[in-house]
């Protein structure tokens, strides 16, 4: 006769997604709300501090395709956070017609095209510059992986033993 601790570990595909979908909540799924709790300000806490320190270009599915790939694990937030960045901030180059970074010496016009800045206009928004974007981008990525670490948590909820 087999021992509850011969049991198999079960695997719960649902409280997987739902913690891709949103960081901590596959384990509030599971009634771990504390745990969930700390789960989402850790992962959200990192990539906002991503954000903070380079700004929003840090996360841009353009530019940026591989470190994007590990940001998209924190979920809707950065795919929010990569619209915003692609639709509203970027400009469109007047020579390609792509949707590219604005330079120091460039503005965006009433369509949305880059233009040469006049005299005291500053540009709508710039990469950051060198080490901060590198740390913002690592961030926000690093906060993806530690996504992907607690959704894999969430799909093989072991047995925990409880703390007092």
């Known amino acids: 006769m087999p021992t509850p601790d011969d049991t198999p570990h079960r695997f719960d595909p649902l409280a997987a997604i739902l913690a891709l979908a949103f960081p901590g909540a ?9 745990r969930a ?24 599915s353009k530019e940026d395709r591989w470190w994007f790939v590990g940001q998209a694990l924190v979920g809707p937030v950065a795919f929010a956070t990569d619209y915003v960045h692609q639709n509203r901030i970027k400009g ?6 792509a949707l590219r970074s604005a330079n120091p010496d460039e503005t965006r016009d009433a369509s949305g095209r880059l233009a040469p800045a006049l005299g005291g206009q500053r540009p709508p928004a710039t990469k950051s510059l060198g080490k901060m974007n590198e ?4 961030f926000a990525c690093i906060a993806g992986m530690m996504n992907l670490i607690v959704a894999l948590d969430a799909a093989f909820p072991g047995r ?5």
């Open 135 to 138: 740390l913002g981008t690592l």
């Open 160 to 164: 925990r033993e409880e703390r007092a």
């Open 26 to 34: 596959g384990h509030w799924f599971l009634g771990e709300r504390k």
């Open 37 to 60: 709790v700390l789960i989402a300000s850790g992962v959200l806490g990192l990539f906002f501090s991503g954000l903070l320190v380079g700004g929003i270009d840090v996360v841009d």
């Open 92 to 97: 469109i180059d007047p020579r390609t017609g």
